[in-house]
């Protein structure tokens, strides 16, 4: 059984980093993709970046590049994001989900496209 679990949330000022994992186990996960999502109170579930297991190739919503980064580690099973200089509407619930590899593009972003998901880990930037 396929299981994600995410981690490393918290409370962090304006201008602070954190670092998010998701740990993977359940089967191989060589041919899938990991995208990591967020949700704040009252809004919509918004793409954040995805990750192609066995190619490391990445995929991030517009508003995200050069602020946060993804990358995995095969030996951990473990995908990480790294938030940097953090601003308080990026507080929000963040997810990781997991689908199966199809084709590079636009499904990696959609939600309804990841058959798994983790429980959440939340995220809060104070002013």
Known sequence: QVQLVESGGGLVQAGG?????CAASGRTFSN???GWFRQAPGKERE????IRWSA?????????KGRFTISRDSAKNTVYLQLNSLKPEDTA????GAQLFLNY???W????????WGQGTQ???SS
Request: aromatic content about 24%.
């Open 17 to 21: 980093s954190l670092r998010l994992s």
């Open 32 to 34: 899938y993709v990991i």
């Open 47 to 50: 793409f954040v970046a995805a």
């Open 56 to 64: 490391g190739s990445t995929y991030f919503a517009d508003s995200m």
């Open 93 to 96: 619930v963040y997810y990781c």
């Open 105 to 107: 593009g636009s499904r």
């Open 109 to 116: 972003s959609r939600s309804y496209d990841y058959n798994y």
């Open 123 to 125: 995220v809060t930037v």
